[in-house]
C-alpha cells in the first residue's frame, strides 16, 4: 500500500497571509494526488485534483502543485473560513490512502 | 443535484453485523464507481472500499479484507456496505462518496455520514 505522510500536523496562521502544506507518498503516485478540507462534524471537501486541478466553486486563493512523491498545498490570502483539517490523498492505486490530516488555525 | 445519504449505522456488538446503505440521487448511477470511507471518532480519514459503476470491480482496505463486502443496486440506485465480525477499531463515522469522474479516484460528493459504533 502507498503510504501518505503531511507535514506539519497543525499550523496557526494570520488572517490574510499564506500556508503551504506538504504531502508525500511512499511511492510515485505520478498526478494522482488529490486535497480536501474537512471541518468538525462535516463530510470532506475535494479542493484540488489530479494535483493542480482546482475544484469548481473552490476559491483561486487555493492552489496545489507537485508530482511523483511530492506535493503541496497553498492557500493564500487567508480567511477566518479556511480554518479546517486539510487532508491529501492519493487516487493512483487501491487503497486510495489519505494522509494523516494537517489542522490549520486561522489567528 | 447530488445527493447521498447514508443509513444504518448503530450500536453492534464485537462480532456482529451490519449493512450500510447509500441511497443516491441526482445522477446516472451506473455510471460512477463509489466508495466508503471512515473516520474514527477524532481521527483522520481512511478509504475503505470502492466499487465500479457496473459493480463488476471491487476493493477494500487490508483492515476490512474478508470482513466487509461492498455491493450496489443499479437498478434501486443504492450502494451497500456489509460489514461482519465488527471489531472495537471499526468504530467510525462512515461516508460513502461518489466518484467525480466514472472511475476516478477522487471524490466531489459525499453523503452525511452515518455512526457505527462497536462495543459490548
Known amino acids: 500500500d502507498i503510504q501518505m505522510t503531511q507535514s506539519p500536523s497543525s499550523l496557526s496562521a494570520s488572517v490574510g497571509g499564506r500556508v503551504t502544506i506538504t504531502c508525500r507518498a511512499s511511492q510515485s503516485v505520478r498526478s494522482y494526488l488529490n486535497w480536501y478540507q474537512q471541518k468538525p462534524g462535516k463530510a470532506p471537501k475535494l479542493l484540488i485534483y489530479?494535483?493542480?486541478s482546482l475544484q469548481s466553486g473552490v476559491p483561486s486563493r487555493f492552489s496545489g502543485s507537485g508530482s511523483g512523491t511530492d506535493f503541496t498545498l497553498t492557500i493564500n490570502s487567508l480567511q477566518p473560513e479556511d480554518s479546517a483539517t486539510y487532508y491529501c490523498?492519493?487516487?493512483?492505486?487501491?487503497?486510495?490512502?489519505f494522509g494523516q490530516g494537517t489542522k490549520l488555525e486561522i489567528k | 443535484e447530488v445527493q447521498l445519504v447514508e443509513s444504518g449505522g448503530g450500536l453492534v456488538q464485537p462480532g456482529g453485523s451490519l449493512r450500510l446503505s447509500c441511497a443516491a440521487s441526482g445522477f446516472t448511477f451506473s455510471s460512477y464507481a463509489m466508495t466508503w470511507v471512515r473516520q474514527a471518532p477524532g481521527k483522520g480519514l481512511e478509504w475503505v472500499s470502492g466499487i465500479s459503476g457496473s459493480g463488476g470491480s471491487t476493493y477494500y482496505a487490508d483492515s476490512v479484507k474478508g470482513r466487509f463486502t461492498i455491493s450496489r443496486d443499479n437498478s434501486k440506485n443504492t450502494l451497500y456496505l456489509q460489514m461482519n465480525n465488527l471489531r472495537a477499531e471499526d468504530t467510525a463515522v462512515y461516508y460513502c462518496?461518489?466518484?467525480?469522474?466514472?472511475?476516478?479516484?477522487?471524490?466531489?460528493?459525499w453523503g452525511q455520514g452515518t455512526l457505527v459504533t462497536v462495543s459490548s
Open positions: 490523498q492519493q487516487s493512483y492505486s487501491t487503497p486510495y490512502t
Open positions: 462518496a461518489k466518484a467525480s469522474e466514472a472511475n476516478s479516484g477522487y471524490f466531489q460528493h
Open positions: 489530479t494535483a493542480s
